[in-house]
């Protein structure tokens, strides 16, 4: 699965059925027109050929150049991805903490952003660098954009503060 980006950015994905899908993807004519190219990983790169090879069979003259298609041949509507979503999401038990916290396809970018800076920490990255990269791949403009994204939960801040530790020299 395409993590990171809005699941509007990737309906707008184009093909034209002759480039064969490389491990990087380029959104053109995201938020404020703007274009990034993103690195995929190798498991997402399988799936879009699978997911193409199946497009290919079921839907071999699409009416649009988009990737993504429904099942008569039309670009996807991102009001019909979320209700696709919340069914799915549904079926695989995810459920709702309250009324207004529920799973979302948006709430796919703070797990993605949340996992991204608590594995550079696990690998022992400096994390202060690498954010700018962070926000150029989530298509915001400065990282202060992108620090809604982050929460302080109990294993982020242990990290931290255990990079803190060892950085000053102290040990616990």
Known sequence: MLRGPKADVVVLANWSGRESLPVRVVVRGAKFGK?????VHPTTTEALVSYRELRQRCCPSPVTTAFF???VGTRLHYSN???VFRRLASEAGLESRTPGCRPTLH???HSFAMRTVTGWYEAGLDVGPLLPL???YLGHT???DTYWYLTATP???ALAAR????SSGVSS
């Open 35 to 39: 274009s990034r190219e993103l690195v």
């Open 163 to 166: 990079r803190l530790e060892i």
């Open 155 to 157: 294993e982020l801040l």
């Open 142 to 144: 400065k990282p202060a």
């Open 81 to 83: 991805i979320s209700v």
């Open 107 to 109: 709430s796919l970018r």
């Open 69 to 71: 298609v429904s099942t």
């Open 134 to 136: 962070l926000s150029t």
